[in-house]
C-alpha cells in the first residue's frame, strides 16, 4: 500500500490545530493567573474551568483511543460480543458515584490531587507508597494509547508506527506543558468536537460502513450466525463471576485516578462539580455507541469481498485493529481519513490527560509535601514540568512494545483498584483509619493481588481461587478476585486501624510507637 498523502496532510493539519489551541489556553492560562497560586493554576485551573469546558474535558478523558477501539474490538469477537462490552456503563456509572458520593468531601477541603487526602490522613511514608500504583496506571496507560494510534496509522496512512508516536508524544508533550491543565482542557474541547464530527455523526462515518455490498444486515447478524457468531454474544454460566468481577472493577476502579479529580476539583463550585461528573458520565456511553456499531458491522462482513481479502482480522491476529480497518476498507478515502483523526483526537486527548496527572501528584505530593517542603511555588511548577518530560519520554519509549505495555497497564490498573480505592474511601468516610491500617491493608492488597497471578505476563497463580481453571497451559482465575481482594483490603485497614487504637488507649503498646 502507497503511502497515503491526503491522509497524513489531514493528519498534520489537526496536530497543528491542537497544537495553536494549546499554546493558545497557555496564553490564557498566563493571562488569568494574576494574584493566583501558579502551581493551582497549572493543576487545578484556578478551580475557575466552567461547566461547558469542565463538561467537554471530563468526558474526553475517558473517551481515548483505547476506549473506542476497545469497544468496536469486543463486539467484533466471536468469543466476546456486546455483552461484554462493560467499559461504556461502567465509566458512565463511576462518574455518577463519584460526582454522588466524592465530590463533596474532595471540593470541600479544597484538595489539589487524589492523593492530599491519603497523605493527610496516613502520613507521608505511606503516601509514597500509595503514589506509586497509580503513576505507573497513568505512564504504562500514556504509553498503550501511543501505541495504539501508531498501529492505527501504519493501517490506514501506511507510515511507520514509530513516527507517529515520536510525533503524537512530542505535541501532547508541549502543549501539557506550556498550559498545564487550562490547555488540556481546550484542546479537549476540539477532540471531542472531532470525535462526534467524524465518527459519531450519522452522516460520516457509519452509513458507508453499513451499506457496504460485503456487509450483511446487522440487525439479522446479531442474533444469527453468517460470517462468525451473532455479534451480540452471550455470558455463559462458568464466566457469570468474571464478568461480574470485570463490571465492578470498572465502576469503583475507575473512581480513584487523579485525570477524574482533577476534572471536578477545578470546577468553579461543588455544584458545578457534581453537574460534571454526572453529565460526563452521560457522554461517555453516548460516545460508545458509533464503535458497537462499526464493531458489530466488522463481525456482519464478507471480508473476502473486500481489498483487505481472507483471512480475516481475527484469524490475522489483528482484530485490535478492528475500528481502522473498517474505516479503511469499507468506507471511501475520505471518509477513513476523517475517521483517524477521530481517533487520533480521541488518543490525544486521552494522553495528555494521564501525562497531567502523573506529574500533578509528583510535584504536589513528592517534591512539595517529601523532597522540598520549603519549595517556592515556580519551583514546585517547574518540578512539575520537568516530571511530565521524563514521564512523557518514558512512556514514549515504552509504547514501541505495544503487547506487554497494555498488560503492565491493566496489572497496574488492578493494583489501583486493590490499593488504592479502599485507602481513599477509608480517609474520606472512614477518619479513624490509621496509619497502622492503611500500611496492612496496602500489604494484604498487593500480596493477593500478585498472588492471584496474571496471565498475560505469564504470571502463574500461587493463590487458586474457587473455578481457576487450566486452558491451554494457562492458568484462569473465573472467580471475582479483584473484588474479593479490594474488600478485604477495605476490612483489612478498618480492623487493624481499630486494633492499633485500642492497643495504644489501653497501653499495650507504648506512645512512642504510635507514629499516626
Not at 456503563?89 to 462518574?95: I, M, R, T, W, Y
Not at 485497614?493 to 497501653?507: D, E, G, H, P
Amino acid at each position: 500500500m502507497a503511502l497515503n498523502i491526503p491522509g497524513l496532510v489531514s493528519l498534520s493539519v489537526f496536530f497543528m490545530l491542537t497544537l495553536a489551541a494549546g499554546i493558545w489556553a497557555s496564553w490564557k492560562s498566563k493571562k488569568d493567573q494574576q494574584n493566583r497560586n501558579p502551581t493551582e493554576m497549572a493543576i487545578v485551573g484556578g478551580r475557575n474551568i466552567n461547566a461547558f469546558i469542565g463538561l467537554f474535558t471530563a468526558t474526553a478523558t475517558w473517551v481515548g483511543g483505547a476506549y473506542i477501539n476497545g469497544t468496536a474490538e469486543i463486539v467484533y469477537l466471536p468469543s466476546k460480543g456486546l455483552l461484554w462490552v462493560q467499559a461504556p456503563v461502567g465509566f458512565a456509572l463511576s462518574l455518577v458515584i463519584g460526582g454522588f458520593f466524592f465530590v463533596n468531601p474532595m471540593r470541600s477541603k479544597n484538595y489539589v490531587t487524589v492523593m492530599d487526602p491519603l497523605q493527610e490522613t496516613y502520613g507521608n511514608v505511606m503516601g509514597s507508597l500509595l503514589f506509586i500504583p497509580p503513576l505507573l496506571g497513568e505512564v504504562f496507560w500514556f504509553a498503550a494509547i501511543l501505541a495504539s494510534l501508531g498501529a492505527t496509522m501504519r493501517v490506514i496512512l501506511d507510515i511507520g508506527g514509530s513516527l507517529a508516536i515520536i510525533v503524537s508524544a512530542c505535541t501532547v508533550i508541549l502543549y501539557t506543558l506550556l498550559g498545564g491543565l487550562y490547555s488540556v482542557a481546550y484542546t479537549d474541547v476540539i477532540q471531542l468536537v472531532f470525535i462526534t464530527l467524524s465518527l459519531a455523526s450519522p452522516w460520516v462515518c457509519i452509513p458507508f460502513a453499513l451499506v457496504n455490498s460485503a456487509t450483511e444486515s446487522i440487525y439479522y447478524t446479531a442474533t444469527h450466525q453468517s460470517y462468525q457468531d451473532p455479534w451480540i454474544g452471550k455470558i455463559e454460566k462458568q464466566y457469570l463471576g468474571r464478568w461480574l468481577d470485570d463490571f465492578f472493577y470498572l465502576v469503583l476502579g475507575s473512581i480513584p485516578w487523579q485525570t477524574y479529580f482533577q476534572r471536578v476539583l477545578s470546577a468553579a463550585s461543588p455544584g458545578q462539580a457534581r453537574l460534571i461528573s454526572y453529565l460526563s458520565g452521560l457522554g461517555c456511553f453516548s460516545m460508545a455507541i458509533p464503535s458497537v456499531l462499526i464493531g458489530a458491522v466488522a463481525a456482519s462482513t464478507d471480508w473476502n469481498q473486500t481489498s483487505y481479502g481472507l483471512p480475516s482480522p481475527l484469524e490475522r491476529g489483528e482484530s485490535a485493529m478492528i475500528l481502522p480497518l473498517v474505516l479503511h476498507y469499507l468506507c471511501p478515502a475520505y471518509i477513513s481519513i476523517a475517521g483517524l483523526g477521530a481517533i487520533a483526537a480521541a488518543t490525544m486527548s486521552s494522553a495528555d490527560s494521564a501525562l497531567l496527572s502523573a506529574g500533578s501528584m509528583f510535584a504536589h505530593n513528592i517534591y512539595r509535601k517529601i523532597l522540598r517542603k520549603k519549595a517556592t511555588e515556580m519551583e514546585v511548577l517547574w518540578a512539575m514540568r520537568t516530571s511530565m518530560l521524563v514521564f512523557g519520554a518514558g512512556a514514549a519509549g515504552l509504547a514501541f512494545y505495544s503487547s506487554s505495555v497494555y498488560d503492565l497497564w491493566f496489572l497496574s490498573g488492578e493494583l489501583v483498584y486493590a490499593l488504592l480505592f479502599p485507602q481513599l474511601c477509608c480517609a474520606l468516610f472512614i477518619p479513624s483509619t490509621n496509619t497502622y491500617g492503611s500500611a496492612a491493608g496496602f500489604l494484604v492488597g498487593l500480596l493477593l493481588r500478585l498472588l492471584a497471578g496474571e496471565p498475560a505476563l505469564s504470571i502463574p497463580p500461587v493463590i487458586c481461587y474457587p473455578a481457576c481453571s487450566l486452558v491451554n497451559g494457562t492458568y484462569s482465575q473465573l472467580f471475582p478476585f479483584k473484588i474479593f481482594t479490594m474488600l478485604l483490603t477495605l476490612g483489612t485497614i478498618v480492623a487493624v486501624s481499630y486494633l492499633a487504637a485500642v492497643l495504644f488507649q489501653r497501653n499495650l503498646l507504648p506512645r512512642r510507637w504510635d507514629v499516626c
